[in-house]
């Protein structure tokens, strides 16, 4: 089956399709033709973010696909992300991406990061301190920012609100103190950085999980790993292939990444039922990833926080 024809049924009872375009980092003049292309090829879910500087160019590859009659906003599942230096002004965050967006409302509202940023610093989107750090606002707690998106449910901006980049310290400082409990945790995850105990605990507690960077990121060391190449040989298939098929079948929707034609449509291709050698093949190499303590985490930036991740702590 293909990975765009499959879904997952978040807490809310709204279904996500597995298979997402990711934006991150794809270049003006590049996302609306990526965004219109892959609508054209029948993705139906998008995920772009505030601080990407880009809603307004993937909202006019959505307004482009809608006008030419290949799918009607409804069809569509779209995420965007509060950005860290909204974290005090969540209702006027969901406002700007959606005006950018040129949209009524999102599919999905993420906090992008569990960490406030300054909203009158240095940078709009980016504020740093003289010394060059990012200018933090550390006495301002996640679980306030959450309690402001509660009262966005309910606004008709948004179908659902979740979280991303929460580690299960954070979804355990998060979960007593909130009335609803987020649809989804969109994190880093692929085989050299499974975050097991995050899949699990979300698992356990109904809270779906969103891989990002599931490729493996810009300039993908995963495409060349041993193990990946190996598995993608033996059952024919390339190593994007055999990577998005591991996602799916642990039952994480996925975002891939490509402004690339050819790559958005192979990336829509025919999943394979990975087999038990499959998967033990690709397991060996995430154990002994975690035996050397070497996990790859392909996006960290430089928020001088600790965000509770056993491989950064
Ligand atoms: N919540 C968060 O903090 C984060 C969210 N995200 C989301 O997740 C999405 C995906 O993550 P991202 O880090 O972008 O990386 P991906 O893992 O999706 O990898 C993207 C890279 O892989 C290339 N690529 C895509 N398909 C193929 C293919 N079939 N064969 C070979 N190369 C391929 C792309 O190239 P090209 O485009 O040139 O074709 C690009 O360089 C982001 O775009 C964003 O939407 C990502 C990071 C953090
Ligand atoms: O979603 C993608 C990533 O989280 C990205 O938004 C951040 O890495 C951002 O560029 C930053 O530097 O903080």
């Not at 003006?28 to 505030?50: C, N, Q």
């Not at 105990?197 to 990002?212: L, P």
């Amino acid at each position: 089956m293909a990975a765009a024809d499959i879904h997952f049924k978040l807490n809310t009872g709204a279904e996500i399709p597995a298979l997402g375009l990711g934006t991150w980092q794809s270049a003006p003049g590049e996302v609306e033709k990526a965004v219109f292309h892959a609508i054209k090829v029948g993705y139906r879910h998008i995920d772009t973010a505030l601080c990407y500087q880009n809603e307004h160019e993937v909202g006019q590859g959505i307004k482009e696909a809608i006008d030419a009659g290949i799918v009607k906003r409804e069809d569509l599942f779209v995420t965007t992300k509060l950005w860290n230096s909204y974290h005090a002004r969540v209702s006027e965050g969901l406002d700007t991406s959606l005006k950018n967006l040129g949209l009524d409302y999102v599919d999905l509202y993420l906090m992008h990061w569990p960490i406030a940023m300054n909203p009158n610093g240095s940078h709009p989107i980016f504020p740093k301190l003289p010394n060059g750090e990012r200018d933090i606002i550390h006495s301002h707690s996640h679980v306030t920012t959450w309690q402001s998106m509660e009262k966005l449910v309910g606004s008709g901006k948004t179908k659902a609100i979740g979280v991303s980049n929460y580690s299960v310290q954070y979804l355990e400082e998060l979960l007593p103190q909130a009335s609803i409990i987020p649809a989804a945790n969109q994190i880093e995850n692929h085989p050299s950085l499974p975050q097991q105990e995050i899949v699990d605990f979300c698992n356990q507690k109904g809270i779906h999980v969103t891989a990002y960077s599931p490729l493996g990121s810009t300039g993908s060391p995963l495409f060349t790993a041993e193990p990946i190449v190996e598995v993608a040989k033996k059952r024919g298939v390339s190593p994007a292939t055999v990577l998005l098929s591991w996602h799916i079948a642990r039952g994480s929707s996925v975002l891939a990444k490509s402004v690339t034609p050819s790559r958005i449509e192979a990336n829509r291709t025919d999943l394979i039922k990975l087999d038990a050698d499959d998967v033990a093949t690709i397991k060996k190499y995430s154990d002994q990833l975690a035996a050397s303590k070497s996990f790859q985490r392909f996006v960290f930036p430089p928020f001088g926080v600790n965000f509770g991740f056993p491989d950064k702590m």
